[in-house]
């Protein structure tokens, strides 16, 4: 099983690897986001630090949705999905292989690339290291999240609208305490709280979602 499990997981890196694309678009779109603030609100550092938290987030969140549409959709396409909820194996292990692929091709670009955007938006030093770490637990919420969304409009037209609206919602815990962690660093208040809750909203869905996933997808195959 484990040696399916690795297959799947290097058969989709090598398979993203070879539409650049579909990996660069998502880190371009964060850098450009988080970059036209300074343009539009004027090189005020004081208003860029304080602003810098929630514009990263938030561009970070967006840019993780416009890959989820890829996440099934060439595998419902060319039969592969078919073939993986027919295999011996439990689909919501093959699910959470999809789901660390597409994590590892899309938010840890994010995670990496950050330390540079918060230069750019004037965050001190000390908050560097927090606003790696709450991405660093964050984003793979949202692609675990997001493959929720992605299996239900599966197949469906209009497809990104749909997975927007539902996922749209469920990302909003998560983008609180993920810039709160930022920002408290920022004003010197302690947030152990905020890992704490972030670290409890990955366990739960590092549990749940996998399933309700493989689930969602069973019911688009019919």
Known sequence: MFKAIGRL???????ALRRSTDILTPLVFFVIVVSLFP????????????????????????????????LFANDYADGT??????????????????VAAHWTLTGLPLVLI??????????P????????????????ILSLLGAV?????????????LVSLLVLPLYTPILIFGAGSVTGVMIGIDTGAHFSLLG?????????????????LRVSLD
Do not use: C
Request: no cysteine.
């Open 39 to 70: 343009l539009g609100l004027g090189p005020e550092p004081n208003m860029l630090r304080t602003m810098a938290p929630g514009v990263i987030w938030v561009a970070a969140l967006l840019a993780t949705m416009l890959s989820l549409n890829r």
């Open 125 to 140: 030093e000390s908050a560097f290291s927090t606003l790696a770490l709450s991405l660093l637990l964050g984003t793979p």
């Open 200 to 216: 409890a909203f990955f366990a739960l869905a590092l549990t749940f979602l996998p399933w309700a996933t493989a689930a969602a």
């Open 114 to 123: 950050s330390p540079l955007l918060a230069v750019q938006m004037h965050l």
């Open 149 to 161: 969304g992605a299996a239900l409009t599966l197949g469906l037209r209009g497809g990104g609208v």
């Open 81 to 98: 999905l078919e073939q993986m909820a027919l295999a011996p194996y439990p689909l919501s292990l093959l699910v959470l292989t999809k």
């Open 9 to 15: 997981f290097w058969r989709d890196l090598t398979v």
